[in-house]
């Protein structure tokens, strides 16, 4: 008798749960908003600055420093507002720093100045596949073609537009705003980010909140909802290569020894392989299926609302799909092998690059010894390749203080058809340099993209429509007159 009256209970407290979370969140609804179309001198202006080819290569011998030095002049031809009435600063040629100063007394009152980031630098192009010269910024069929279109030069001078007219309509902030441009965030920002950090922790400056680069309006690519999702990144994943090495004696290969070289470090990635990270919810993945629930299907709602008892099924959904999977686990991809360089010599070293994406809650530390563990050979060191290019992971900022809660009613209003969800990024970016001086940092650009879309980050074809280019000029003028 006892068992149907509990089985009667747990269901009716999933249910109620369920329908407690159903309800569309009131900051949804729809506010009068007409969006501005993008100017053809603002269009001109991206095309001309994709065509600096500010190209980062891990060697800096290599990088065309004429072409970084032109951003510079680049900014002060075409922004001249921000670049006169603002306090303007280059620390070098991979750091600039633009201050919008506050109405007056707004550091008085306690309130932390707001920072928003971008990068100017872009990842090198294959020199085929493009169906056009990725330099050439041509404006062709309603889109803005080149490599940085979608990383990030769109948002940078999507954030230099909204404030320039601003700027020339009157318009102060009621708090202190910064831009922080780097040039050089493809190679770990060591040059751009981290002078640039350095320089507001010897001004003993601190930030309410910071917004970056990361996440997107992601169109179709959700089969539980048909609504575009706005993914607000509030953590974002570490980042660590590890090498994984072994020696042998070299010979000819007619007459090997047990195990090679070569052979070791197989096994080695074959226990790594077979062994995966655990699978954890966290925080951030929590909030990102909290969010979903009123959108989804009732049964697909009542899992999602309680998350105390289906977490397992949950978990095991997700570790299927390498999408989702790497929501919800630290990852190791081997991306890199090496051995002998003929085919009948015997390697007297080989080695393999594990690239890893380590999940908030676990540290580079521990990940590196986790996998020593899996390896466990005493023949096979396992060691980072660089650790001080390895980083933690940044932790959880908060869903609901002031910068999200801005955000997320500038989505609504300017793309009012998205659920705006918290996110882990699984990329890295060069916010996680702030992570010191700052309060909160959160990781948006608002373009609307499918799946495909994605592939040109760092791919081939890379653009941008000039719709999506209006929205992200349109977002920052919002969010900014929000301040």
């Keep these: 008798m006892m068992l149907p009256i509990l089985l009667i209970l747990l269901i009716g407290v999933l249910v109620f749960r369920t329908i407690a979370y159903r309800d569309v969140p009131s900051s949804n609804s729809k506010e009068t908003f007409t969006p501005s179309p993008v100017s053809k001198e603002a269009i001109n202006r991206l095309s001309k600055f994709i065509q600096l080819k500010t190209v980062t290569y891990n060697d800096f011998s290599k990088i065309d420093m004429e072409e970084h030095r032109k951003v510079e002049g680049f900014f002060k031809?075409?922004?001249?507002?921000?670049?006169?009435?603002?306090?303007?600063?280059k620390l070098n040629d991979f750091a600039y720093i633009f201050r919008w100063d506050g109405k007056a007394g707004s550091i008085a009152r306690g309130k932390k100045p707001v920072l928003f980031m971008a990068h100017f630098d872009v990842v090198p192009v294959q020199d085929e596949g493009w169906d056009f010269p990725p330099f050439s910024g041509e404006v062709k069929d309603g889109n803005?073609?080149?490599?940085?279109?979608?990383?990030?030069?769109?948002?940078l001078l999507g954030i230099l537009e909204s404030a320039e007219k601003l700027i020339s309509e009157g318009y102060k902030p009621e708090s202190t705003l910064y831009f922080a441009f780097g040039g050089d965030e493809e190679v770990m920002g060591l040059q751009g980010a981290v002078k640039i950090v350095e320089y507001f922790q010897s001004q003993n400056i601190s930030f309410d909140w910071v917004l970056d680069?990361?996440?997107?309006?992601?169109?179709?690519?959700?089969?539980?909802t048909d609504r575009p999702l706005a993914l607000i990144g509030i953590a974002e994943k570490g980042f660590a290569n590890v090498r994984l090495i072994a020696h042998g004696e070299p010979g000819h290969a007619s007459m090997p020894p047990k195990h090679t070289a070569a052979g070791l470090i197989g096994r080695a990635v074959y226990k790594l392989e077979n062994n995966p990270f655990p699978v954890k919810l966290t925080i951030t993945v929590r909030g990102f299926l909290k969010s979903l629930v009123p959108y989804v299907s009732f049964s697909l709602a009542l899992v999602f609302s309680n998350l105390w008892l289906f977490a397992p099924v949950v978990k095991l959904i997700f570790k299927k799909n390498p999408k989702t999977a790497a929501m919800v686990r630290t990852t190791q991809a081997a991306t890199i092998l090496k051995g002998s360089k003929k085919d009948n010599i015997l390697p007297d070293?080989?080695?393999?690059?594990?690239?890893?994406?380590?999940?908030?809650?676990?540290?580079?530390?521990?990940?590196?010894?986790?996998?020593?563990?899996?390896?466990?050979?005493?023949?096979?060191?396992?060691?980072?390749?660089?650790?001080?290019d390895a980083s933690n992971p940044v932790s959880e900022s908060s869903s609901s203080a002031e910068g999200y809660t801005k955000i997320m009613k500038t989505v609504h209003k300017v793309y009012p058809?998205?659920?705006?969800?918290?996110?882990?990024?699984t990329a890295t970016t060069d916010s996680r340099h702030y992570k010191n001086i700052a309060d909160n940092i959160y990781r948006f650009v608002p373009m609307v993209l499918t799946s495909e879309d994605i592939k040109k980050i760092h791919g081939f074809n890379e653009s941008i429509s000039i719709e999506n280019y209006a929205l992200i000029i349109n977002f920052f003028t919002e969010l900014m007159e929000s301040i």
């Design 144 to 155: 803005i073609p080149g490599r940085g279109t979608l990383d990030t030069k769109n948002s």
């Design 213 to 224: 680069e990361g996440s997107i309006i992601a169109k179709n690519m959700l089969t539980m």
């Design 77 to 89: 031809e075409n922004f001249p507002l921000c670049t006169k009435t603002l306090d303007f600063k």
């Design 349 to 388: 070293k080989a080695e393999a690059i594990v690239n890893v994406r380590i999940l908030p809650g676990e540290t580079k530390s521990e990940v590196l010894q986790r996998m020593r563990s899996v390896v466990k050979d005493p023949q096979v060191f396992v060691e980072f390749t660089n650790e001080e």
């Design 417 to 425: 058809e998205a659920i705006v969800s918290p996110f882990l990024v």
